[in-house]
């Protein structure tokens, strides 16, 4: 018998493309060295242009599947997608508060790449009062960092992402990384936060087309760096690294967006050469 892998819990709503949610989750973990577990919250209708339909999971389901788990193997981090309904949300934070000690990476999926809504009010409130206070480290790209921090009762508010992150912090996470590539800049800059604020700042070229997953990607990647015991800031770094390779050489399998290459590192010696130039990450 040979030692387990690190062993990641991923909460998430299925992708039939493969593209996004709990299968880029697990292809992730996978590919690098984490033997991934998976709690189904929600099942989607989506192709590569967007998501047609949800059908969530009975909030008592997904806390079952997780429970059932984890009486049965050492998890050395959680991972927290879509979660598809305001039950499923507290049916998590639920869960993970038996496990205190277990680092939470939250990627706050709050809409598709298209627009499709992916959580509503009652959920992203949840989110904020039930699930951040539990959390190590938030991923949210710019436009969820904005719908996270939010002060609902002031239509004139409009923080920087600095104060975003800030507001997040608040809320009881240790870490948030602000992600920047819907902002409109050249370059696309990716900045962790703590309480005492910038731990560091990443920017990179930015690539061009649009990917479908890129955060589950690094979020993921991020829980499996984790997971292998990498302190914060060098975890942050490696996902960012990984995702970036994922998404230079990603393809186009259908009519919408691309879909990152998790398994690049596996590819033909024709491949090889695009990893080891002076590009940087982008996520």
Known sequence: MTDSP?????????DPTGGAGLQADIMTLASMGCHPVSVVTAITIQDTTGVDGMQAIDGEW??????????DMPVAAFKVGVLG????????AEVVSDYPEIPLILDPVLASGRGDELASDDM???????????TTIVTPNSLEARRLA??????????????????????????????????????????LYNADGVVRSDSWPRLPG?????????????AATIANGVDMQEAVRDA????????????RPGMGQHIPDRLFWAREDETSGATEGDDEPQA
Not at 244 to 249: E, I, P, V
Request: hydrophobic share 45%; charged share 20%; proline share 3%.
């Open 150 to 191: 939010a002060d609902d009762s002031d239509e004139n508010d409009n923080p920087d992402l600095a104060e975003c992150a800030r507001r997040i912090l608040e809320a009881g996470c240790e870490y948030v990384l602000v992600t920047g590539t819907h902002e409109q800049t050249g370059d696309v800059t990716n900045t």
């Open 85 to 92: 309904s305001l039950e499923a949300v507290a049916a998590v």
């Open 240 to 251: 960012q690294e990984y995702t970036w390779q994922s998404l230079k050489l990603a393809f």
């Open 124 to 134: 992203l409130a949840a989110i904020r009062e039930l699930l951040i206070p539990q």
């Open 62 to 71: 997904v806390a079952d599947q997780a429970r059932c788990i984890l009486e």
């Open 210 to 222: 649009s990917y479908h997953g890129s955060g589950c990607t690094l979020a993921s990647a991020l």
């Open 6 to 14: 690190p062993i990641v819990m991923v909460f998430a709503a299925t």
